[in-house]
Protein backbone atom coordinates (compact mmCIF):
# COMPACT_ATOMS: atom_id res chain seq x y z
CA UNK A 1 0.00 0.00 0.00
CA UNK A 2 2.88 2.90 0.72
CA UNK A 3 4.53 1.57 -2.37
CA UNK A 4 1.04 2.53 -4.31
CA UNK A 5 0.05 5.37 -2.49
CA UNK A 6 3.98 6.98 -3.07
CA UNK A 7 3.29 6.79 -6.95
CA UNK A 8 -0.21 8.01 -5.95
CA UNK A 9 0.65 11.18 -5.03
CA UNK A 10 3.35 12.08 -7.71
CA UNK A 11 1.02 11.41 -10.24
CA UNK A 12 0.10 15.21 -10.43
CA UNK A 13 3.32 16.76 -10.20
CA UNK A 14 1.84 19.82 -10.38
CA UNK A 15 -0.81 19.77 -7.76
CA UNK A 16 1.46 17.84 -5.15
CA UNK A 17 3.83 20.24 -5.39
CA UNK A 18 1.52 22.89 -4.88
CA UNK A 19 0.03 20.99 -1.87
CA UNK A 20 3.50 20.65 -0.50
CA UNK A 21 4.34 23.97 -1.23
CA UNK A 22 1.81 25.25 1.10
CA UNK A 23 2.44 22.76 3.56
CA UNK A 24 6.55 23.24 3.70
CA UNK A 25 5.65 27.34 4.01
CA UNK A 26 3.41 26.71 7.06
CA UNK A 27 5.84 24.55 8.88
CA UNK A 28 8.40 27.07 8.16
CA UNK A 29 6.70 29.45 9.59
CA UNK A 30 5.73 28.01 12.84
CA UNK A 31 9.69 26.95 13.16
CA UNK A 32 10.76 30.73 12.65
CA UNK A 33 8.06 32.17 14.81
CA UNK A 34 8.34 29.83 17.29
CA UNK A 35 12.68 30.04 17.13
CA UNK A 36 12.10 34.07 17.20
CA UNK A 37 10.32 33.57 20.54
CA UNK A 38 12.53 31.37 22.13
CA UNK A 39 15.75 33.64 21.63
CA UNK A 40 13.38 36.70 23.55
CA UNK A 41 12.73 34.26 26.39
CA UNK A 42 16.58 32.87 26.44
CA UNK A 43 18.11 36.49 26.11
CA UNK A 44 15.62 38.25 28.20
CA UNK A 45 16.21 35.57 30.96
CA UNK A 46 20.11 36.02 30.59
CA UNK A 47 20.12 39.60 30.62
CA UNK A 48 17.84 39.74 34.39
CA UNK A 49 20.28 36.87 35.56
CA UNK A 50 23.59 38.45 34.45
CA UNK A 51 22.23 42.44 35.12
CA UNK A 52 20.31 42.06 38.33
CA UNK A 53 19.17 38.86 39.68
CA UNK A 54 21.77 35.96 39.37
CA UNK A 55 20.60 32.62 38.97
CA UNK A 56 19.71 31.93 42.33
CA UNK A 57 19.07 33.57 45.63
CA UNK A 58 19.16 32.83 49.19
CA UNK A 59 17.44 34.63 51.86
CA UNK A 60 16.11 34.80 55.93
CA UNK A 61 12.75 33.48 55.37
CA UNK A 62 10.12 36.15 54.88
CA UNK A 63 12.68 38.53 53.23
CA UNK A 64 11.29 38.45 49.48
CA UNK A 65 7.80 38.99 50.78
CA UNK A 66 8.24 42.00 53.16
CA UNK A 67 12.12 42.80 53.13
CA UNK A 68 11.89 45.73 50.51
CA UNK A 69 10.32 47.56 53.28
CA UNK A 70 12.72 46.83 55.86
CA UNK A 71 15.46 44.94 54.75
CA UNK A 72 17.55 45.47 58.04
CA UNK A 73 15.27 43.22 59.80
CA UNK A 74 16.78 40.31 57.45
CA UNK A 75 20.21 40.04 58.18
CA UNK A 76 22.22 36.72 57.67
CA UNK A 77 24.90 37.05 60.27
CA UNK A 78 27.16 34.52 58.67
CA UNK A 79 26.56 34.21 55.01
CA UNK A 80 29.97 33.02 54.87
CA UNK A 81 28.76 29.27 55.88
CA UNK A 82 26.12 29.39 53.28
CA UNK A 83 28.41 30.44 50.79
CA UNK A 84 31.11 27.62 51.33
CA UNK A 85 27.85 24.99 51.65
CA UNK A 86 27.14 26.51 48.16
CA UNK A 87 30.56 26.42 46.53
CA UNK A 88 30.65 22.36 47.01
CA UNK A 89 27.69 22.24 44.42
CA UNK A 90 29.78 21.02 40.99
CA UNK A 91 27.41 23.21 38.91
CA UNK A 92 27.55 26.15 41.27
CA UNK A 93 30.25 29.42 39.30
CA UNK A 94 30.61 31.42 42.51
CA UNK A 95 28.39 33.13 45.02
CA UNK A 96 28.29 36.81 46.99
CA UNK A 97 26.83 39.04 49.30
CA UNK A 98 24.76 41.41 48.74
CA UNK A 99 23.55 43.74 51.42
CA UNK A 100 20.25 45.89 50.40
CA UNK A 101 19.28 49.44 52.06
CA UNK A 102 16.94 52.25 50.82
CA UNK A 103 17.82 56.17 51.30
CA UNK A 104 18.78 59.36 49.99
CA UNK A 105 21.54 60.50 47.35
CA UNK A 106 22.28 63.78 47.78
CA UNK A 107 24.76 65.97 45.27
CA UNK A 108 24.74 69.28 47.34
CA UNK A 109 21.70 70.56 45.64
CA UNK A 110 18.74 68.05 45.85
CA UNK A 111 18.23 64.70 47.28
CA UNK A 112 16.87 61.20 45.15
CA UNK A 113 15.87 58.73 47.01
CA UNK A 114 17.63 55.02 45.95
CA UNK A 115 17.30 51.47 46.37
CA UNK A 116 21.19 50.41 47.28
CA UNK A 117 22.88 47.31 46.72
CA UNK A 118 26.34 46.59 48.75
CA UNK A 119 27.94 44.09 46.69
CA UNK A 120 31.45 42.64 46.31
CA UNK A 121 32.78 44.30 43.06
CA UNK A 122 35.05 41.91 41.44
CA UNK A 123 32.43 38.69 41.52
CA UNK A 124 29.48 41.42 40.87
CA UNK A 125 31.95 42.49 37.84
CA UNK A 126 31.79 38.60 36.60
CA UNK A 127 28.58 38.13 37.25
CA UNK A 128 27.05 41.24 35.47
CA UNK A 129 28.52 40.59 32.33
CA UNK A 130 25.43 42.20 30.58
CA UNK A 131 25.63 45.63 32.76
CA UNK A 132 26.51 48.01 30.32
CA UNK A 133 29.04 50.55 32.04
CA UNK A 134 27.83 53.57 29.64
CA UNK A 135 30.24 56.00 31.34
CA UNK A 136 33.37 55.83 34.29
CA UNK A 137 34.41 52.21 34.77
CA UNK A 138 32.66 49.47 37.48
CA UNK A 139 33.68 49.41 40.65
CA UNK A 140 36.96 48.00 42.33
CA UNK A 141 37.70 46.35 45.13
CA UNK A 142 39.68 49.18 46.47
CA UNK A 143 36.82 51.63 46.25
CA UNK A 144 35.97 51.75 50.03
CA UNK A 145 34.12 54.97 49.05
CA UNK A 146 33.21 54.69 44.91
CA UNK A 147 29.26 54.34 44.00
CA UNK A 148 28.17 53.30 41.03
CA UNK A 149 24.48 54.96 39.53
CA UNK A 150 21.93 53.89 37.21
CA UNK A 151 21.54 56.26 34.66
CA UNK A 152 18.00 57.21 35.53
CA UNK A 153 19.42 58.37 38.75
CA UNK A 154 22.60 60.05 37.33
CA UNK A 155 20.26 62.24 34.68
CA UNK A 156 17.87 62.88 37.87
CA UNK A 157 20.85 64.30 39.53
CA UNK A 158 23.05 65.60 36.61
CA UNK A 159 26.36 63.46 37.82
CA UNK A 160 29.45 62.17 35.91
CA UNK A 161 31.98 60.29 36.94
CA UNK A 162 34.28 61.99 39.86
CA UNK A 163 31.16 64.10 41.06
CA UNK A 164 30.49 64.22 45.03
CA UNK A 165 27.72 62.57 46.45
CA UNK A 166 26.74 62.06 50.23
CA UNK A 167 24.51 58.72 51.08
CA UNK A 168 22.15 59.15 53.94
CA UNK A 169 20.41 56.52 55.07
CA UNK A 170 18.79 54.33 58.37
CA UNK A 171 20.93 52.35 60.30
CA UNK A 172 19.49 48.82 61.69
CA UNK A 173 19.46 51.05 64.85
CA UNK A 174 17.08 53.67 64.01
CA UNK A 175 19.88 56.07 63.75
CA UNK A 176 20.95 58.41 60.69
CA UNK A 177 23.76 57.92 59.39
CA UNK A 178 25.41 59.55 55.55
CA UNK A 179 28.57 58.41 54.42
CA UNK A 180 30.39 60.51 51.20
CA UNK A 181 31.13 59.15 47.80
CA UNK A 182 32.76 60.04 44.79
CA UNK A 183 30.69 58.61 41.68
CA UNK A 184 33.37 56.06 39.83
CA UNK A 185 30.63 55.15 36.83
CA UNK A 186 27.35 55.22 35.47
CA UNK A 187 25.45 52.00 34.94
CA UNK A 188 22.53 50.93 31.83
CA UNK A 189 20.36 47.37 32.42
CA UNK A 190 17.65 46.09 30.88
CA UNK A 191 15.18 47.83 33.18
CA UNK A 192 14.60 52.04 33.06
CA UNK A 193 12.58 51.20 36.52
CA UNK A 194 15.76 49.62 37.83
CA UNK A 195 18.21 52.12 36.63
CA UNK A 196 16.05 54.92 37.82
CA UNK A 197 16.59 54.19 41.93
CA UNK A 198 19.76 51.85 41.90
CA UNK A 199 22.87 52.33 43.39
CA UNK A 200 25.70 50.29 44.43
CA UNK A 201 28.66 51.10 46.40
CA UNK A 202 31.33 48.70 47.69
CA UNK A 203 30.40 45.61 50.81
CA UNK A 204 32.94 47.00 52.80
CA UNK A 205 31.24 50.05 52.53
CA UNK A 206 27.86 49.43 53.38
CA UNK A 207 28.92 47.79 56.46
CA UNK A 208 30.43 51.22 57.78
CA UNK A 209 27.34 53.03 56.22
CA UNK A 210 24.82 50.24 58.47
CA UNK A 211 27.13 49.09 61.50
CA UNK A 212 26.81 45.30 60.62
CA UNK A 213 28.67 42.48 59.10
CA UNK A 214 26.10 40.44 57.78
CA UNK A 215 24.05 40.31 53.98
CA UNK A 216 20.74 40.16 53.45
CA UNK A 217 20.71 38.24 50.14
CA UNK A 218 23.64 35.77 49.16
CA UNK A 219 23.92 35.76 45.19
CA UNK A 220 24.16 32.18 43.07
CA UNK A 221 26.03 32.30 39.99
CA UNK A 222 25.70 28.90 37.82
CA UNK A 223 27.93 27.34 35.05
CA UNK A 224 24.57 26.80 32.72
CA UNK A 225 21.15 28.43 33.51
CA UNK A 226 19.30 24.84 33.04
CA UNK A 227 20.58 23.75 36.19
CA UNK A 228 18.97 26.62 37.99
CA UNK A 229 16.13 23.86 39.42
CA UNK A 230 18.39 21.36 40.01
CA UNK A 231 20.55 23.32 42.13
CA UNK A 232 18.18 24.80 43.75
CA UNK A 233 16.37 21.51 45.10
CA UNK A 234 20.01 21.15 46.26
CA UNK A 235 20.31 24.15 48.18
CA UNK A 236 17.11 23.59 49.58
CA UNK A 237 18.39 20.57 50.84
CA UNK A 238 21.27 22.16 52.24
CA UNK A 239 19.61 25.32 54.27
CA UNK A 240 17.53 25.29 57.17
CA UNK A 241 13.73 25.27 55.90
CA UNK A 242 12.45 27.24 58.54
CA UNK A 243 15.30 30.19 58.32
CA UNK A 244 16.19 30.51 54.60
CA UNK A 245 14.04 30.47 51.70
CA UNK A 246 15.72 30.33 47.90
CA UNK A 247 13.92 31.73 45.43
CA UNK A 248 14.94 31.08 41.28
CA UNK A 249 15.85 33.92 38.71
CA UNK A 250 12.48 32.85 37.34
CA UNK A 251 10.79 33.69 40.57
CA UNK A 252 12.50 36.58 41.21
CA UNK A 253 11.48 38.29 38.21
CA UNK A 254 7.62 38.57 37.79
CA UNK A 255 7.96 40.37 34.90
CA UNK A 256 9.70 37.67 32.97
CA UNK A 257 6.76 34.80 34.15
CA UNK A 258 4.06 37.43 32.90
CA UNK A 259 5.90 38.06 29.43
CA UNK A 260 6.43 34.21 28.58
CA UNK A 261 2.48 34.00 29.74
CA UNK A 262 1.64 36.33 27.27
CA UNK A 263 4.23 34.83 24.41
CA UNK A 264 2.94 31.58 24.71
CA UNK A 265 -0.58 32.37 24.31
CA UNK A 266 -0.23 34.60 21.21
CA UNK A 267 1.92 31.18 19.83
CA UNK A 268 -1.10 28.95 20.54
CA UNK A 269 -3.13 31.29 18.51
CA UNK A 270 -0.99 31.50 15.82
CA UNK A 271 -0.29 28.05 16.01
CA UNK A 272 -4.60 27.58 15.61
CA UNK A 273 -3.83 30.40 12.62
CA UNK A 274 -1.61 28.11 10.51
CA UNK A 275 -3.11 24.63 11.21
CA UNK A 276 -6.50 26.32 10.02
CA UNK A 277 -4.79 27.74 6.87
CA UNK A 278 -2.98 24.61 6.31
CA UNK A 279 -6.63 22.86 6.09
CA UNK A 280 -7.79 25.33 3.68
CA UNK A 281 -5.18 24.99 1.57
CA UNK A 282 -4.44 21.38 1.71
CA UNK A 283 -8.24 20.12 1.80
CA UNK A 284 -9.32 21.83 -1.82
CA UNK A 285 -5.91 19.88 -3.62
CA UNK A 286 -6.73 16.58 -1.76
CA UNK A 287 -10.55 17.05 -2.88
CA UNK A 288 -10.25 17.54 -6.14
CA UNK A 289 -7.24 14.57 -6.35
CA UNK A 290 -9.89 12.32 -4.69
CA UNK A 291 -13.27 12.92 -6.30
CA UNK A 292 -11.46 12.74 -9.69
CA UNK A 293 -10.51 9.64 -8.90
CA UNK A 294 -13.75 7.56 -8.13
CA UNK A 295 -13.77 6.10 -11.28
CA UNK A 296 -10.24 4.55 -10.21
CA UNK A 297 -11.92 3.89 -6.71
CA UNK A 298 -15.05 2.07 -8.63
CA UNK A 299 -12.46 -0.16 -10.04
CA UNK A 300 -10.56 -1.10 -7.19
CA UNK A 301 -13.99 -2.08 -5.79
CA UNK A 302 -15.29 -3.99 -8.67
CA UNK A 303 -12.31 -6.21 -8.03
CA UNK A 304 -13.27 -7.11 -4.46
CA UNK A 305 -11.60 -4.34 -2.79
CA UNK A 306 -13.23 -3.46 0.19
CA UNK A 307 -14.32 0.15 1.31
CA UNK A 308 -11.88 0.16 4.01
CA UNK A 309 -9.03 -0.65 1.86
CA UNK A 310 -9.91 2.69 -0.61
CA UNK A 311 -9.93 4.72 2.95
CA UNK A 312 -6.72 3.36 3.95
CA UNK A 313 -5.35 4.33 0.81
CA UNK A 314 -6.27 7.96 0.70
CA UNK A 315 -4.90 8.20 4.43
CA UNK A 316 -2.15 6.55 3.61
CA UNK A 317 -1.60 8.90 0.70
CA UNK A 318 -2.34 12.28 3.10
CA UNK A 319 0.03 10.96 5.89
CA UNK A 320 3.02 10.21 3.20
CA UNK A 321 2.39 13.91 1.67
CA UNK A 322 2.58 15.40 5.68
CA UNK A 323 5.39 13.37 5.90
CA UNK A 324 7.11 14.69 3.02
CA UNK A 325 5.85 18.43 3.67
CA UNK A 326 6.48 18.70 7.29
CA UNK A 327 9.97 17.18 6.68
CA UNK A 328 10.50 19.64 3.98
CA UNK A 329 9.52 22.35 6.10
CA UNK A 330 11.59 21.37 9.06
CA UNK A 331 14.88 20.80 7.26
CA UNK A 332 14.18 24.75 5.15
CA UNK A 333 13.03 26.20 8.34
CA UNK A 334 16.30 25.14 9.98
CA UNK A 335 18.65 26.42 7.78
CA UNK A 336 16.83 29.92 6.98
CA UNK A 337 16.82 29.71 11.17
CA UNK A 338 20.61 29.62 10.50
CA UNK A 339 21.10 32.00 7.97
CA UNK A 340 18.70 34.70 9.44
CA UNK A 341 20.76 33.86 13.03
CA UNK A 342 24.15 34.66 11.20
CA UNK A 343 22.74 38.14 10.37
CA UNK A 344 21.01 38.83 12.98
CA UNK A 345 17.67 40.87 13.41
CA UNK A 346 18.19 44.66 15.25
CA UNK A 347 15.34 45.25 17.50
CA UNK A 348 14.26 47.94 19.45
CA UNK A 349 14.46 48.21 23.13
CA UNK A 350 11.18 46.46 24.18
CA UNK A 351 8.93 48.63 26.57
CA UNK A 352 10.17 49.91 30.10
CA UNK A 353 13.69 48.80 28.74
CA UNK A 354 16.71 51.01 27.75
CA UNK A 355 18.61 48.61 25.67
CA UNK A 356 18.01 47.19 21.92
CA UNK A 357 19.15 44.08 21.43
CA UNK A 358 20.15 41.73 18.40
CA UNK A 359 17.37 38.67 18.24
CA UNK A 360 18.41 35.17 16.45
CA UNK A 361 16.14 32.20 15.69
CA UNK A 362 17.18 29.49 18.20
CA UNK A 363 16.47 25.87 15.86
CA UNK A 364 15.03 23.94 19.23
CA UNK A 365 13.57 19.77 18.96
CA UNK A 366 10.56 21.15 20.59
CA UNK A 367 9.70 23.67 18.16
CA UNK A 368 10.92 21.79 15.22
CA UNK A 369 8.21 18.93 16.71
CA UNK A 370 5.97 21.17 16.93
CA UNK A 371 6.21 22.62 13.32
CA UNK A 372 6.12 18.84 12.32
CA UNK A 373 3.20 18.13 14.39
CA UNK A 374 1.00 20.73 12.42
CA UNK A 375 1.90 20.05 8.87
CA UNK A 376 0.81 16.53 9.63
CA UNK A 377 -2.00 16.66 11.72
CA UNK A 378 -3.49 19.39 9.08
CA UNK A 379 -2.96 17.38 6.21
CA UNK A 380 -4.39 14.04 7.87
CA UNK A 381 -7.46 16.13 8.67
CA UNK A 382 -8.21 17.52 5.15
CA UNK A 383 -7.97 14.00 3.66
CA UNK A 384 -10.24 12.40 6.50
CA UNK A 385 -14.10 13.62 5.27
CA UNK A 386 -13.21 12.86 1.43
CA UNK A 387 -11.71 9.60 2.08
CA UNK A 388 -14.69 8.93 4.23
CA UNK A 389 -17.54 9.79 1.75
CA UNK A 390 -15.24 7.45 -1.40
CA UNK A 391 -15.23 4.83 0.96
CA UNK A 392 -18.61 4.55 1.30
CA UNK A 393 -19.61 5.45 -2.14
CA UNK A 394 -21.74 2.70 -4.15
CA UNK A 395 -19.64 0.86 -6.81
CA UNK A 396 -22.20 1.09 -9.38
CA UNK A 397 -22.18 4.99 -8.97
CA UNK A 398 -18.07 5.06 -8.82
CA UNK A 399 -17.95 3.02 -11.95
CA UNK A 400 -20.11 5.39 -13.83
CA UNK A 401 -17.35 7.87 -13.14
CA UNK A 402 -15.63 6.17 -15.81
CA UNK A 403 -17.76 7.05 -18.78
Known amino acids: MFKLALRNIFRHRVRTSLTLAAIAFGVIGLVLSGGFLRD ?56 MDRVQFSGLLNNGRSDWPILGEGVEPAKEAKLGSLMHIIAGRQLAEGDTTGLLIGEGVAKALKLAPGADVTLLLNTPEGALNSLDFVVVGVFQTFSRDFDARAVRISLKAAHELLGTR ?49 YDQQFGFLQMIILAML ?59 EVISAVGIPMP ?55
Do not use: C
Not at 232 to 239: G, H, P, Q, S
Open 40 to 95: IFIQLGEVLIHTESGHLQVARAGYFSYGSRSPNGYFIEDPSKIQDAIAAIPEVDDT
Open 279 to 337: LLSVVNSVNMTVFERVGEFGTMLALGNRGSHVFRLIMTESVMLGIIGGGLGVVLGTVLA
Open 349 to 403: PPPNANVGYVAHIQVEPRVLVVGFAIGLIATTLAALLPAMRVSRIHVVEALGRNV
Open 214 to 262: GANIVVVSLKKTSDTDYVAAKIRALVDKQKFEVKTWVQLNDFYEKTISL
